[in-house]
């Protein structure tokens, strides 16, 4: 029997096809490609602010850099990353599920996606925005004269995509369970993308009718966020962040469940507190609305409102601390391997960590003003998206890369990547804690020559970032070729999809499989 | 401690940084210890429990009620003293002294246009006596700005349309940062300029410098725009039918269209501008628009006169 590879391998056969495999596929080989493009930018930004003057750039080129890998950055790399690909890929694998409850709408997300996505780019080549990601107001609506419309219309569009695949996933958690996979026997990877679901569908609309209002307003002048014509500007800010920061959410979820597949199967142990790690993704999801206007301390919101926001921020904080305990939790009296996934799992505990701690420093009002809109805050959100999520997704890759394409990667190259990475990132990001606290702000070209030594310390970190993430995309493109075959279940792990053979076939499973208690390490029979 | 040749804490020029600085080091403490906690915790696990290691690994516990109460629990009183730390302080930083001297602030792409009570103008550069409680009243013309001071560890986002205001104590004479801290288009990064910390008697001398205060050109541009045909008695009796403005600042008024609204900057600001939207009651819409007539600065001379017929200097219109 042929695998989902090579069941049929005609072009056609891909661009139709409604296997969630091979759609997560699709999302990957696309999301790698918008990485690479916010990557670029990211390069060009960190070089031109190696020196103080601006000088590699002009003003206006360097505004739209940061504006571009905002954008791609956030919405066709983080927001997709592990939901289209891994959980794509891996959720009916692992529920026992021959596919997601509606494949065709799952092929349908990934070319509305494609289609966004592109048309985001778009408005890139055709000569960009520069009005950053977060498209504040009234500048994004009437004073900027680059392309909004052309890329709000984009993510307008990339949001379907979210919305069709948070539909997705809850209809198959709920409806398509193999028997004896209850609630409480989920794979917590299972958990998390169902609490991101929540969010997908519940977020997504909020952000599609701001961006609809910044089109009314910017072509038909209708007083919206513009003062000038009657508008308010706070409102933009609210309406932005009340999808936006659940969009946080969106974006380290499922890399908090990847985390916690890693962990048991390489301490060859039960992960500690399976209900509180559940309980605590989904206390994420619903907290996360509440807590937008934390963005908002220095902008005008009024002091009881700061109060509020501050209090339930610091609320939020808990269910993240809650998971961190437990995975620490999870390495008491295991037997642990250090192979390349346990690398960037660890990797990720440390930075989501410090991500995580930092946040409290930006949740706590007085000490916000003076950060908020400094390099704190840029370091502090790099940390949880490249230090948490990045890491959590590029674990997850090295982990089931085997299970997608049946190939093994060069082990001693994926380990070295991981440190790589690790060592990189923290030379680029955390320089920045400390210019944010002596008053450097984001978005600046040019900075005043008292910064330059941190920057240059930051801009060197980069380079060895950026090599870290070269690795992985060669040897995993060699290993395609050259690889050893892997085996249905190289780790000796747990979990439904490793009892299928690697790469699985084309409807998973011959026959109903037998589901067990989630996280059964040491392996019965094999140690 | 300097890295580099670069200090690794900006200066204190303000009387309230050092409790900034104090609450800082307060949750810096606390997320230094938790970080440390689960550092040292995952470093121990890890070495000693390394995959052929020689320990006792019987029953690893899957959960474990009581420490998970526990650390739930803990999480939260430890996020309550943050939060306390930091509202107690953000208080402090948000809410201007009544008795605070005034200075206005108007944003625009890229520059800062500062104007003192003397009527004394300038650009980029904000003098400030020291020891004195300062409230900038700001507003942008364009886009939105953010007024930050790095040394006073402070910052708010100048609004078009709205003012917002921030105060501040110098405690240290010498030249600080100002920096543009919200992204405002194409020269944002050049939007900046400094604070210029002097003694009381030399700001004064300084501030002399000035022809007109700001109520003087307020009161002229009042009448070349012919506000007084119609905003003053004759003989007795109000001209033509609009409330008069002797006394009205810091007042509450009733609106035509129901409810009242206290008369301050931003209503009065909205008056001149959309004097339709909230009429005050017993008089007619009559009275013509002003958007577009007149720059922030000339709004901001009209508001200060305004309030001067009230015998009021600061903008405490909302405070009262």
């Keep these: 029997m042929k695998d989902y590879l090579y069941e049929d391998v005609s072009l056609k056969s891909w661009l139709l096809t409604t296997d969630h495999k091979r759609i997560g596929i699709l999302f990957l080989l696309t999301i790698t490609f918008f990485f690479i493009i916010g990557g670029v930018a990211a390069t060009l930004m960190r070089m031109e602010l190696a020196t103080a003057p601006g000088d590699l750039v002009s003003a206006d080129v360097y505004n739209r850099l940061f504006t571009l890998h905002g954008t791609v950055m956030v919405w066709l790399f983080l927001i997709p990353s592990i939901p289209a690909t891994l959980g794509n890929f891996l959720l009916p694998l692992m529920i026992g599920a021959k596919d997601l409850a509606f494949p065709r709408l799952n092929l349908l997300s990934w070319y509305v996606f494609l289609f966004g996505g592109l048309l985001t780019l778009w408005s890139i080549i055709i000569g960009g925005v520069d009005t950053g990601w977060t498209f504040y107001t009234p500048y994004s609506t009437t004073y900027t004269n680059s392309h909004v419309i052309m890329m709000a219309a984009g993510i307008f569009i990339v949001g379907f995509s979210s919305i069709f695949s948070g539909l997705n996933f809850i209809v198959t958690v709920h409806s398509l369970r193999a028997p004896e996979m209850t609630w409480t026997r989920l794979p917590l990877f299972v958990w998390t993308l169902y609490a991101t679901s929540l969010i997908m569908v519940l977020a997504t609309p909020i952000l599609s009718v701001t961006l609809v209002l910044i089109a009314a307003e910017r072509l038909f002048g209708v007083g919206i966020f513009d003062p000038a014509l009657g508008g308010d500007p706070l409102l933009f800010q609210h309406l932005f962040w009340f999808y936006s920061h659940p969009a946080v959410y969106i974006m380290i979820l499922p890399g908090m469940g990847v985390i916690s597949e890693i962990l048991p199967c390489f301490a060859r142990r039960p992960i500690f507190g399976y209900k509180f790690i559940a309980g605590s993704s989904l206390a994420i999801a619903v907290f996360g609305f509440l807590v937008w206007g934390h963005h908002m301390f220095a902008a005008g919101q009024s002091l009881y409102a700061g109060l509020v926001f501050s209090f339930l921020s610091f609320l939020v904080a808990v269910p993240s601390g809650i998971k961190v305990f437990s995975w620490t939790a999870t390495l008491y009296k295991g037997s642990i391997r250090f192979d390349t996934p346990m690398l960037y799992a660890l990797g990720f505990m440390g930075l989501f960590t410090i991500g995580g701690l930092t946040g409290l420093f930006l949740a706590t009002l007085a000490v916000d003003v003076h950060l908020t809109d400094t390099f704190f805050v840029v370091a502090h959100f790099h940390f949880i998206m490249v230090g948490g999520m990045l890491m959590a997704y590029l674990g997850g890759l090295h982990f089931w890369w085997p299970k997608m394409t049946g190939k093994l990667y060069p082990e001693t190259l994926g380990r070295i990547s991981a440190v790589l990475i690790f060592l990189g990132f923290n030379g680029t990001f955390l320089p920045q804690f400390i210019l944010g606290y002596l008053g450097m702000p984001r978005r600046y070209y040019a900075y005043p020559e008292q910064f330059e030594f941190l920057n240059v310390i930051s801009s060197a970190g980069a380079v060895l970032l950026a090599l870290g993430y070269a690795l992985p995309l060669a040897y995993f493109t060699w290993s395609l070729i050259k690889g050893r075959p892997a085996g249905a279940d190289p780790w000796n792990a747990a979990g439904l999809e490793w009892k299928v053979s690697s790469p699985p076939p084309h409807h998973n499973f011959e026959t109903i499989p037998v589901v067990e208690q989630p996280y059964r390490y040491p392996r019965p029979g094999h140690e | ?320």
């Design chain 2, 1 to 320: 401690m300097k890295i580099g040749g670069v200090p690794l804490f900006p200066q204190q020029a303000d009387t309230g940084a050092a409790g900034v600085d104090m609450v800082a080091l307060v949750v810096c403490a606390i997320c230094g210890l938790l970080a440390l906690g689960v550092l040292v915790a995952v470093v121990y696990f890890l070495i000693r429990y390394r995959a052929g290691s020689d320990v006792n690994r019987d029953n690893p516990p899957e959960g474990h009620l009581p420490l998970e109460l526990s650390w739930v629990g803990g999480a939260v009183v430890l996020s309550l003293v943050m939060f306390i730390f930091g509202a107690r302080a953000y208080y402090d930083l948000r809410v201007a002294p009544t008795d605070s001297f005034e200075i206005e602030v108007v944003g625009r792409q890229w520059m800062w246009k500062i104007r003192h009570p003397s009527g004394r103008r300038e650009i980029n550069t904000l003098h400030v006596p020291l020891g004195t409680k300062i409230k900038l009243k700001m507003i942008s013309r364009d886009v939105i700005h953010s007024f930050y001071l790095p040394e006073f560890r402070t910052k708010h986002d100048v609004l078009p349309g709205r003012y917002t205001d921030l105060w501040i104590e110098p405690k240290k004479l010498g030249r600080f940062t100002l920096a543009c801290s919200e992204y405002c288009g194409t020269d944002h990064s050049r939007m900046k300029g400094e604070v210029v910390v002097v003694t009381p008697e030399e700001y004064e001398s300084w501030q002399a410098l000035s022809p007109l205060t700001s109520v003087q050109r307020g009161e002229r541009l009042y009448l070349k725009m012919a506000c007084d045909s119609c905003h003053e008695y004759q003989d007795g009796q109000v001209v033509s039918g609009a409330p008069l403005l002797d006394g009205i600042y810091g007042s509450t008024v009733g609106l035509e269209a129901g409810g009242s609204t206290k008369v301050d900057d931003d209503y009065l600001r909205r008056s001149i501008l959309r004097p339709k939207a909230q009429v005050v009651a017993g008089f007619q819409p009559i009275m013509p628009t002003y958007e577009g007539r007149l720059s922030e600065e000339e709004l901001l001379d009209l508001i200060a006169y305004i309030r001067s017929r009230s015998g009021s200097t600061v903008d405490d219109g909302g405070k009262k």
